[in-house]
């Protein structure tokens, strides 16, 4: 019997420092270099979540568009310019919570985003994918909901699947997929929006970068609540350049929709791009580490 | 009697803008950094990985060109504002002077004028990236 578990303890003991030589020979891979500088890329977001305990401070502002040409600047001293300004805390390697103000139907957003993957330099996993959601109440005088008002009016809901991948040095690109939800919209307005969007990063100095973006509202009759789709939102387009320092990120853009929380822009935005409804937006971040 | 206030006025003017070009202009040079003897001999286990070469630039373009300018001669924009010479990290007399550990510990941990990195650059690859590429300076 002795001799039976003996032997039974060399082979385990063998096969465990197999493995264990195996583990040495292939080291782990790890996460690829920064996919991208921030988390947020013009009007969205990316799968980037800054290290844990950091403290982002992010400051958005969109000018008004640029139809006046010279009368107003470009729309840069157009009355009617959003604002939003946030917070982001890291708790996790790769969990994010935020919350913001908008001027824009003075939206008091809060936000969580969780990097489920990120992507490998060896392609163990070849992409990174993150959640990104946000509850906006709506903080507008009641009034503006009319006559059989309730508090849950306010509320509207975004969820997001981003799907990332770092091709090279230089470039990085996104897809995504959004879901919006809004408890009350005018009577021909669904409450509901299906949107994908494609956005990417293409780096040409150390700390500078072209950005650009493409999100499409999608008309899906399944999820209508209407023959019809009355005023439906149009795509937004944006291309902006960013500049990164140790604490900073710097977005200075041109971009269609004038809302700054996601879904607004995905549910109301009437701005044209084809028919040159651009407008002039940047965004200021800053970090502190704890 | 105007004659010579003016001319002890005039005197004094001048003696003061002569004084002014003997004032020393230039930064106060930070002491003897005094590093921990575990750091000293700390090994750079990603010594000569050449993987790391355009991350490291890309880490030091973001956390350190800003003071340290392109080349690590300490003329980045924001050194005008520093109280304490930057220091000139291309300077071959400097680097051979000082082990990777060294460089490691002023260069993460820091002292007054020079941040902690520890929270910025979390990743111990990438500490030694950014190391990697300042011996890249070395002149």
Same mark, same amino acid.
């Given at each position: 019997?002795?001799?039976?578990?003996?032997?039974?303890?060399?082979?385990?003991?063998?096969?465990?420092?197999?493995?264990?030589?195996?583990?040495?020979?292939?080291?782990?891979?790890?996460?690829?270099?920064?996919?991208?500088?921030?988390?947020?890329?013009?009007?969205?977001?990316?799968?980037?979540?800054?290290?844990?305990?950091?403290?982002?401070?992010?400051?958005?502002?969109?000018?008004?568009?640029?139809?006046?040409?010279?009368?107003?600047?470009?729309?840069?001293?157009?009355?009617?310019?959003?604002?939003?300004?946030?917070?982001?805390?890291?708790?996790?390697?790769?969990?994010?919570?935020?919350?913001?103000?908008?001027?824009?139907?003075?939206?008091?957003?809060?936000?969580?985003?969780?990097?489920?993957?990120?992507?490998?330099?060896?392609?163990?996993?070849?992409?990174?994918?993150?959640?990104?959601?946000?509850?906006?109440?709506?903080?507008?005088?009641?009034?503006?909901?009319?006559?059989?008002?309730?508090?849950?009016?306010?509320?509207?809901?975004?969820?997001?699947?981003?799907?990332?991948?770092?091709?090279?040095?230089?470039?990085?690109?996104?897809?995504?997929?959004?879901?919006?939800?809004?408890?009350?919209?005018?009577?021909?307005?669904?409450?509901?929006?299906?949107?994908?969007?494609?956005?990417?990063?293409?780096?040409?100095?150390?700390?500078?970068?072209?950005?650009?973006?493409?999100?499409?509202?999608?008309?899906?009759?399944?999820?209508?609540?209407?023959?019809?789709?009355?005023?439906?939102?149009?795509?937004?387009?944006?291309?902006?350049?960013?500049?990164?320092?140790?604490?900073?990120?710097?977005?200075?853009?041109?971009?269609?929709?004038?809302?700054?929380?996601?879904?607004?822009?995905?549910?109301?935005?009437?701005?044209?791009?084809?028919?040159?409804?651009?407008?002039?937006?940047?965004?200021?971040?800053?970090?502190?580490?704890? | 009697?105007?004659?010579?206030?003016?001319?002890?006025?005039?005197?004094?003017?001048?003696?003061?803008?002569?004084?002014?070009?003997?004032?020393?202009?230039?930064?106060?040079?930070?002491?003897?950094?005094?590093?921990?003897? *575990? #750091?000293?001999?700390?090994?750079?286990?990603?010594?000569?990985?050449?993987?790391?070469?355009?991350? =490291?630039?890309?880490? @030091? !373009?973001?956390?350190?060109?800003?003071?340290?300018?392109?080349?690590?001669?300490?003329?980045?924009?924001?050194?005008?504002?520093? *109280? #304490?010479?930057?220091?000139?990290?291309?300077?071959?007399?400097?680097?051979?002077?000082?082990?990777? =550990?060294?460089?490691? @510990? !002023?260069?993460?941990?820091?002292?007054?004028?020079?941040?902690?990195?520890?929270?910025?650059?979390?990743?111990?690859?990438?500490?030694?990236?950014?190391?990697?590429?300042?011996?890249?300076?070395?002149?």
């Amino acid at each position: 019997m002795k001799r039976y578990l003996l032997s039974i303890a060399l082979i385990v003991s063998s096969f465990t420092l197999a493995i264990g030589q195996n583990e040495e020979a292939k080291p782990k891979d790890k996460p690829v270099w920064a996919p991208f500088e921030s988390g947020y890329l013009i009007d969205n977001q990316t799968t980037v979540i800054q290290s844990p305990k950091t403290l982002e401070y992010i400051i958005q502002h969109k000018f008004g568009t640029m139809d006046n040409g010279f009368s107003d600047l470009f729309g840069l001293y157009a009355p009617g310019a959003n604002i939003r300004m946030g917070l982001n805390y890291s708790i996790l390697k790769n969990l994010q919570i935020g919350y913001g103000i908008t001027r824009l139907n003075m939206y008091n957003d809060f936000s969580v985003k969780y990097t489920i993957f990120e992507q490998t330099r060896r392609n163990t996993i070849p992409v990174a994918v993150a959640v990104y959601a946000n509850m906006g109440v709506d903080g507008r005088n009641k009034e503006v909901y009319g006559l059989d008002y309730k508090g849950s009016d306010r509320f509207s809901y975004f969820t997001q699947l981003i799907v990332g991948r770092r091709v090279n040095d230089w470039l990085s690109l996104q897809v995504n997929a959004s879901f919006t939800h809004y408890n009350k919209t005018d009577s021909l307005i669904d409450h509901d929006k299906i949107s994908v969007g494609f956005n990417g990063r293409a780096r040409f100095s150390p700390q500078s970068s072209i950005l650009f973006q493409y999100d499409i509202p999608l008309k899906i009759q399944g999820i209508a609540e209407h023959r019809e789709f009355t005023n439906p939102s149009k795509p937004n387009l944006g291309v902006g350049w960013e500049i990164r320092t140790s604490t900073h990120a710097f977005h200075i853009y041109v971009s269609t929709a004038d809302g700054i929380v996601p879904q607004h822009n995905a549910m109301f935005n009437q701005n044209d791009w084809t028919k040159g409804d651009l407008m002039f937006g940047f965004s200021i971040t800053r970090l502190w580490s704890f | 009697m105007n004659n010579r206030f003016f001319s002890v006025a005039a005197l004094l003017i001048g003696t003061l803008m002569l004084m002014a070009f003997m004032v020393p202009q230039e930064k106060k040079k930070g002491g003897p950094w005094e590093i921990p003897q *575990e #750091y000293v001999t700390m090994e750079n286990t990603y010594k000569d990985d050449a993987s790391l070469e355009k991350y =490291g630039k890309q880490l @030091y !373009m973001k956390h350190c060109r800003s003071c340290h300018g392109n080349t690590g001669e300490g003329d980045g924009p924001k050194a005008r504002n520093l *109280e #304490y010479d930057p220091g000139n990290l291309a300077d071959a007399a400097w680097q051979d002077g000082v082990s990777d =550990g060294e460089l490691y @510990y !002023m260069s993460i941990i820091g002292r007054d004028e020079m941040p902690n990195y520890e929270s910025k650059i979390v990743d111990e690859e990438e500490r030694w990236a950014v190391i990697n590429y300042l011996r890249t300076l070395k002149k």
